[in-house]
């Protein structure tokens, strides 16, 4: 599940893109992958030996064709020779997320967090790789992590979302306040599917007012709960969530 994050600044003013929610109770999952060195180079090494060599241009070439398969196994013997480079072990983490193979990007980045717990790719990584598992408290962990060494607008975006899921409701009013109070909520945008083969990018600031609705009725307050529904439709009548979120009031 991917939400893509876009930025609305005028043109001249600083841009800012970060990495996809759905319909709550789900959160969107970022579309843009983390910041990770690119998959077609290996970060440079002094003095390579030719059977290292070897295997650089072996993963140059399987990425080049698509085969991350053979990338991965050539990664592996690069990294065999050279244990302490946290950026292959990045990349190899980078791999396992991409080919859904979830569980060994989470075995990758612990053992990264446990050499530099403030590795903010390693953590994103190891956040959405839990969360895809299903496992919400330690994807919530991470992302928190992640929120207090970045103050990552996509960390605490994620962190709403998952707390709701957990039932954490005093925890997501406060993350969807401090959203709310940030300036990217009208300049970031968040993608939703206003049909079924359709979506459109929203203001967060939508989606977030929709889960504070959706907040405030778990707590029982209907009031709330349809103010801040109507709001979100203010600001997008085809926003499809806040729309069926709305009728189930009545």
Excluded at 47 to 74: E, I, L, W
Excluded at 173 to 178: M, N, Y
């Amino acid at each position: 599940r991917r939400v893509l994050f876009r930025s609305q600044r005028k043109k001249g003013g600083k841009k800012e893109e970060q990495p996809k929610t759905e319909t709550p109770a789900p959160a969107p999952a970022p579309a843009a992958a983390p910041e990770v060195p690119k998959q077609d180079s290996v970060p440079a090494q002094p003095q390579v030996s030719p059977f290292v060599n070897h295997f650089m241009v072996k993963y140059q070439v399987a990425n080049q064709f698509g085969d991350y398969d053979v990338a991965r196994d050539a990664l592996y013997d690069i990294i065999v020779e050279n244990p302490g480079v946290d950026s292959l072990l990045l990349m190899l983490q980078y791999n396992y997320l991409e080919n859904q193979k979830y569980t060994q990007a989470v075995l990758v980045g612990q053992t990264l967090l446990a050499r530099d717990s403030r590795n903010e790719s390693a953590l994103e990584i190891t956040a959405s790789s839990f969360e895809a598992l299903g496992i919400k408290d330690k994807a919530l962990n991470n992302y928190e992590t992640l929120y207090l060494v970045s103050n990552s607008l996509l960390a605490i975006y994620k962190m709403a979302f998952l707390q709701y899921d957990l039932k954490k409701y005093p925890e997501c009013v406060a993350s969807t306040d401090i959203i709310l109070s940030r300036k990217e909520a009208d300049e970031v945008t968040a993608t939703f599917p206003i049909s079924q083969d359709k979506s459109k990018e929203f203001k967060l600031r939508v989606p977030i007012l929709n889960l504070k609705g959706m907040t405030a009725r778990e707590q029982g307050d209907k009031v709330s709960a349809k103010k801040y529904f109507e709001q979100a439709l203010a600001l997008a009548p085809d926003f499809q969530p806040a729309k069926e979120n709305l009728a189930k009031l009545k």
